[in-house]
């Protein structure tokens, strides 16, 4: 949802990268940004209403990422792709960081605008195919963020570690970063980074999504 200079860009990414997309934004001549080559669905109207969502095609969507100019409309708009249409990856950009808080309470991870840049806003919507946070000059060691199944929470950061074979480097808390402990027990909302040897990233992503006692061998 939405079509400014964030929204294109964020489109055209996500294209590259193979995906099919859909953009909504209420001013049609908004849609000049994509240029001819986008090959995705242009939908005119408000981006939290559920008619329009669904002509875009909300209930086949895999991710939501809600760009717009307005804070509100962004939150409402994630918030309903959320919680009507039980879309997993959902992102809202905003433009009052203080209200971070208070958004991720939601359950909603949000990217603030003085710190947006399209690869964090592609890592909320593509937590597995994001590029890494930070790779080691011979690419055998990769920072990355890892999508979490919720029945991690709960758990200690130690039981994480130890079942999933690696390092948790930090957490983002409520729009925070936050270096835990071994006793750190993880929260709904938490993002996990964590520290991995490259070769290792599709079974540390596996045992993630499976939840404790998955483990990697």
Known sequence: MGCGRVGAALAHNLEQQGHTVAVIDQDPTAFRRLGSGFG?????????????????????????????SGDNSNIIAARVAREM????????????????????????????????????????????????????PSGGVQLAEVHTSD????????????????????????GEAMLPTSQTVLQEGDIVHVMMRTDDIQKVEAAFAEGPDGGVN
Request: hydrophobic share 40%; charged share 25%.
């Open 151 to 174: 029945s991690w929470i709960g758990h200690k950061i130690s039981t994480l570690q130890e079942e999933t074979g690696v390092r948790v480097a930090f957490l983002t808390r409520l």
């Open 40 to 68: 995705g669905r242009r939908v005119s109207g408000v981006g939290f209403d559920q008619d329009t969502l669904r002509e875009a095609g909300i209930e086949d969507a895999g991710a939501f990422a809600a760009v717009s």
């Open 85 to 136: 249409f039980g879309i997993e990856n959902v992102a809202a950009r905003i433009y009052d960081p203080k209200r971070a808080e208070v958004y991720q309470r939601l359950g909603i991870p949000t990217v603030a605008t003085v710190r947006w840049t399209a690869d964090q806003m592609m890592r909320r919507l593509l937590p597995s195919g994001a590029e890494p946070l930070w790779r080691d």
